[in-house]
């Protein structure tokens, strides 16, 4: 039987079949006559009650359906027998070309026999179907995996009104599928045919994800030319407000994300949903308008009291500071736009924002570097293997890692192998020299992608699309599969876990081991920059001063057992007495307690320095080191003193001599030049 197949603009007026014709597809399918005759009857059953299909099609959906969720036809607990009994005439129908379905009934059933008829009517959309599986294949999918897409997807479309060539699919015709589905969702009667909330989103979250890999198939394929977005689950929205917030709202986004990467977009959206929240539950405004910088100022209060949802802990300086951040930028550049809606100033300034502490680089100790390299080398998939292994040899970002191109290697006229980074961060992209055993990860993994079909996909910021390196079943590995999992079971072979049985190593301390590594061995800031990317000096500065040898050499002359010092806290630092907390802060900022006569072991919760105006200070140290600055001191405390006693300061004679004394004491305690009482 050769049937035409119609698009819904071709359909003309909704038609029955014979018994005849649909007898000969219920005889193609089974030899069993008591089955024929039973689907006989089933069709003339639901002929007798529509004999005008408009009729049918006017039924509520509950009783087209037939069955609802919980329903057991075995007992006749159906809604209407003759409608779920005459799903598969109906079926029939829709293959041939009399009906278009529409898609509330095509999402409602569950199960359609759509294969099964197109099969034995010898219709064009199973060698469709069979044609991308095969690119499915190709790509990086089990023929299974793309065939189920093909069919839950195509067959729907056929009974929506018949499936044109795979040449003329676009993605209007997916996006119209998946709004159809989101729409049914909204139903009120939606748990009558798919049961509770959570097997819907369940339900949604499958159907969604073979949509998405069709369209994948298909844009490998070359059929359609735009890069489909994977249906992500949202977990978070805005909550309700007045319209005209809505779209500014929107309309801001949408202006940002031409100059900003998306995760940069990602972050502006959760701070102004986070306090758009806050607004509708405290406050009511009818647009932005209404709202003032007392408004911002309440927010940054509350902000502070929130916890993380899963830590339970509160929200870090720079959770807040991003959020704040978000805030600032709106109102700022909604002033500056002049947007109709919004307030007429900025109503945040930067000063408004939370204060960050400058955190030294994290890099991983030698010991523990090397047990996890091991185990990094015995990791089984080779693209997390070579993704851990780019890191640490290049310290590049995981964003440039995972957007590698498939030809990113190359070499320099010395035969040194050199990485070609993506832009990123800072929009700029980068040469890197690269070890042999980077260079060999990235080789395995190009000769294993040399036969996989694919087409050139984007990078970050929407850059020129090229073959990526990191690409299996025609999508970029994610982060967390490249650089989270494989951590993970590296530091647990390597013994590298916290109390939590969490990992201590995560792949951004790799980039802070190349720039210390680099600083402690003599490279120039410039090559610093240039290997780590970074667009300023001072970003560069920090690897080099906790790597500067001349600070490590201050800091075992004040702290070494045998260390020369004098001064109140010599004492204290001989005895051993100082606290843990003392030590840790000190190791980390020794370099920034340099006085002119020494250092202050201040600590920044004890409030302000004064070592250099009494040199008597709890907290003051000196060592040999600033023995001339202490007798150039000496000397001119001798010269104020002889000064004041010719002018009959007297006051004033008494308290530089007292310096004097100090001074003598602290050099006589170096092992110096000694100092006599009468000088």
């Known amino acids: 039987m050769t049937l035409p197949l119609a698009r819904p603009a071709e359909l003309r007026r909704r038609q029955h079949a014979s ?50 969720i919980g329903e057991d ?20 129908l829709g293959v041939t070309g009399r009906v278009a379905f529409d898609w509330d009934w095509l999402i ?42 093909a069919e839950w997807a195509l067959s729907r479309m056929l009974l929506h009104g018949g499936v044109p060539p795979i040449s ?49 198939v298909l844009y490998h394929a070359g059929h359609i030319p735009e890069v489909p977005k994977e249906p992500l689950p949202t977990t978070t929205a805005f909550p309700d407000m007045p319209t005209v917030m809505h779209a500014t709202i929107d309309q801001y986004l949408a202006a940002r994300a031409q100059l900003d990467r998306p995760a940069t977009i990602e972050n502006i959206r959760s701070g102004l949903r ?34 993380h949802h899963r830590t339970g802990l509160p929200l870090a300086p720079a959770t807040r500071r991003a959020d704040l951040q978000a805030v600032l930028g709106f109102f700022r550049d909604g002033y500056a736009w002049q947007w109709p ?65 498939l030809d990113c290697l190359d070499t320099y006229p010395d035969g040194t192998p050199r990485l070609r980074l993506p832009a990123s961060k800072n929009y700029a992209e980068r040469i890197v020299p690269l070890t042999e055993d980077a260079a060999d990860a990235i080789r395995i993994l190009q000769r294993l992608r040399h036969g996989q079909l694919d087409r050139p996909l984007p990078g970050n910021h929407n850059e020129r699309p090229a073959r990526r390196l990191f690409v299996r079943k025609g999508r970029v590995l994610s982060n967390a599969y490249l650089f989270d999992d494989s951590l993970q079971t590296a530091c647990r072979s390597a013994n590298l876990l916290n109390a939590d049985g969490r990992p201590t190593i995560t792949a951004h301390r790799f980039r802070h081991t190349v720039g210390t590594q680099l600083a402690e061995r003599g490279a120039r800031l410039q090559t610093i920059m240039s290997v780590l990317g970074h667009k300023s000096v001072q970003m560069a500065l920090v690897y080099a001063h906790i790597s500067d040898p001349a600070v490590l050499h201050d800091y075992r002359s004040v702290l ?8 109140p806290s010599s004492a204290v630092i001989r005895n051993r007495e100082l606290g843990p907390g003392t030590v840790d802060w000190l190791k980390s900022n020794f370099f920034r307690t340099e006085l002119e006569l020494g250092h202050c072991l201040r600590l920044p919760s004890e409030g302000p320095c004064e070592c250099d105006l009494y040199l008597t200070c709890a907290k003051f140290i000196t060592t040999p080191k600033y023995a001339p600055r202490l007798r150039d001191r000496y000397s001119t405390e001798l010269d104020l003193a002889s000064t004041a006693r010719e002018r009959g300061w007297a006051r004033e004679v008494e308290r530089h001599e007292a310096t004097a004394r100090h001074l003598c004491q602290l050099l006589t305690d170096l092992g110096e030049w000694p100092c006599r009482r009468d000088e």
């Open 274 to 307: 986070r306090f758009c929240t806050w607004l509708m539950v405290n406050y009511t405004v009818e647009s932005f308008a209404d709202v003032t910088r007392l408004h911002c100022l309440e927010f940054c209060v509350w902000l502070a009291t929130q916890t």
């Open 19 to 68: 018994a005849g014709e649909f007898a000969e597809l219920i005889q193609a399918v089974s030899k069993d006559r008591s089955y024929l005759s039973l689907k006989l009857r089933h069709r003339q059953e639901f002929v007798t009650r529509y004999p005008d299909l408009d009729e049918w099609f006017a039924e509520p959906l509950t009783r087209r359906v037939g069955r609802l």
């Open 341 to 405: 809606d919004m307030p007429n100033k900025p109503l945040l300034m930067n000063g408004d924002l939370p204060k960050l502490t400058r955190a030294v680089p994290r890099f991983i100790p030698d010991d523990e570097l090397v047990a996890l390299m091991d185990a990094i080398h015995l990791l089984e998939c080779p693209f997390q293997r070579g993704a851990l292994l780019i890191a640490r040899w290049s310290g590049a970002r995981r964003s440039e890692i995972r957007m590698l191109a």
């Open 108 to 149: 409602a059933v569950p199960a359609l026999n759509v294969w099964v008829h197109a099969r034995s009517l010898g219709l064009p959309i199973v060698a469709t179907r069979q044609e991308l599986a095969n690119i499915g294949a190709q790509i990086g999918f089990s023929a299974r995996s793309a065939s189920r897409a």
């Open 73 to 92: 036809p075995r007992r006749g607990q159906v809604t209407d027998p003759i409608s779920y009994n005459a799903r598969q005439y109906l079926t029939f």
């Open 560 to 567: 070494s057992e045998d260390a020369t010092i004098a001064g």
């Open 168 to 216: 003329q699919l676009t993605t209007a015709d997916f996006t119209e599928m998946l709004s159809a589905i989101d729409a049914f969702g909204a139903r009120k009667d939606r748990p009558s045919f798919h049961g509770d909330d959570p097997r819907w989103v369940s339900k949604r979250r499958n159907w969604g994800s073979q949509v998405f890999l069709l369209q994948l």
